[in-house]
């Protein structure tokens, strides 16, 4: 039987930087020892730390964004949900 560790990327939109607020993004990542927080980007790219994470030896099984209300239609944030084996 194999057993998992489980964490998640959360990349959010900064919201606080003036008129391009919607364009700075922060990620920050949850595991069991505890949360790191890998820097804010200018710009949506989180292929970055989505390639950290596996480096790691983390796998996406899932990803979920959330989107602000209202026009126009913007992302807010995406959470990726992740997983990795377990040696006994």
């Given at each position: 039987m194999r057993l998992w560790e489980y964490a998640r990327l959360e990349y959010r939109s900064a919201g606080t930087l003036g008129n391009d607020r919607f364009l700075d993004w922060d990620a920050v990542f949850y595991h069991?020892?505890?949360?790191?927080?890998?820097?804010?980007?200018?710009?949506?790219?989180?292929?970055?730390?989505?390639?950290?994470?596996g480096?790691?030896?983390?796998?996406?099984?899932?990803?979920?964004p959330v989107y602000h209300h209202?026009?126009?239609?913007?992302?807010?944030?995406?959470?990726?949900?992740m997983r990795r084996s377990v040696d006994n």
């Open positions: 069991p020892d505890g949360v790191q927080r890998w820097g804010t980007d200018e710009r949506f790219d989180d292929l970055r730390h989505l390639n950290r994470a480096a790691e030896g983390w796998q996406s099984y899932d990803r979920s209202g026009e126009p239609h913007r992302l807010y944030a995406v959470t990726y949900s």
